[in-house]
């Protein structure tokens, strides 16, 4: 069914006289005429009939009606949400690690929004799963535009661009040998019990590097994915642990101790995929807070 013909149909719907909807449509009226008479054709049934010198719909042609101005209405709508994206509005998924979510990335996205007043743009956050393996591979399936997670190595699909990052400190119980410093070494931590992040962290080849360069073992008797949930653990008197220092800190039972040999910190990287259209609004966004980030800055 041509599409032009259901325009057709409709403006001689509404104005009920060939001439005057032919001039609207800019057509001849043998033009108009030959269209319409397609449709009935194809459909079968009578659509209009004569009355003086209008035509009317038929009682079929009053049906027909109700769905094509539904129709070309739905298209109307979708041709202005997408000529609206084009130009740099619209919907962004963004994912990312929930330990940012106290002030750096509410700042962001306030900024952004700021500078795009023009733009109906709309994020649809996303949290739940707090690893930066599942991030990234939500940002591969497509699930999400864009993303800050760790990085993660053998991801050659991803772009992982350095935005901030977190110093690292050990935290431990207010009782605890090491809570009367307020700065240590790292191999000061050997002797006692740690709990570490899993395997599937992002930031367990983070911890691990920081004790393999500096020499340094450390005893994991619990593993556990979130750094929060580390951190609680701690305060419960589990164990130590090395972490990034977050803002949650301060509102625990906890002793938090800096590093005075260890000079990696936790980075955050923007995540996006390289083989995956981004639409102008996630582009923006990007490049956005490329612009306005330092990889060297330190975020709680």
């Known amino acids: 069914m041509n599409l032009q013909h259901l325009k057709y149909f ?33 459909l079968g049934i009578t659509l209009f009939e004569k ?31 997408i000529t609206k994206i084009s130009k740099g509005s619209g919907f962004i998924s963004f994912a ?13 996205v306030r900024d952004f929004h700021n500078a795009h007043q023009d733009q109906e743009i709309l994020f649809d956050f996303h949290t739940s799963s707090g690893v930066s393996k599942e991030i990234v591979d939500g940002i591969k399936n497509m699930h999400y535009d864009i993303g800050i997670a ?7 699909s991803i772009e992982f661009l350095p935005i901030a990052s977190q110093e690292l400190v050990v935290i431990a119980p207010l009782d ?35 004790f393999q360069k500096n020499n340094c073992s450390y005893n994991i008797v619990y593993e556990v994915t979130v750094d929060q949930v580390i951190a609680g653990l701690v305060s419960q008197g589990f164990g130590i642990a090395v972490v990034p220092n977050m803002y949650i800190l301060k509102h625990l039972p906890l002793k938090t101790i800096h590093l005075k040999n260890v000079m990696l910190d936790r980075s955050f990287y923007l995540v996006t995929n390289k083989d995956a259209y981004l639409t102008p609004a996630v582009i923006n966004f990007k490049e956005f807070v490329v612009a306005h980030s330092d990889s060297k800055e330190i975020v709680y």
């Open 150 to 156: 760790s990085y993660l190595p053998d991801e050659p």
């Open 96 to 108: 990312f690690l929930p330990v940012l979510g106290t002030t750096f990335v509410p700042k962001l």
């Open 10 to 42: 409709d403006v001689l719907a509404r104005e009920q006289h060939y001439t005057r909807s032919s001039k609207l449509l800019n057509v001849t009226q043998p033009s108009l005429s030959n269209a319409i008479a397609s449709l009935e054709d194809e």
């Open 176 to 210: 605890h040998p090491l809570a009367q410093f307020d700065a240590i070494y790292l191999e000061q931590t050997q002797p006692y019990e740690q709990i570490g992040f899993s395997k599937s962290s992002g930031l367990r080849n983070v911890i691990d590097e920081v």
């Open 51 to 81: 009355k003086g010198r209008n035509v009317v719909l038929t009682k079929p042609g009053k049906i027909f009606q109700d769905y094509v101005t539904r129709t070309l209405g739905t298209l109307d709508d979708g041709i202005e949400t």
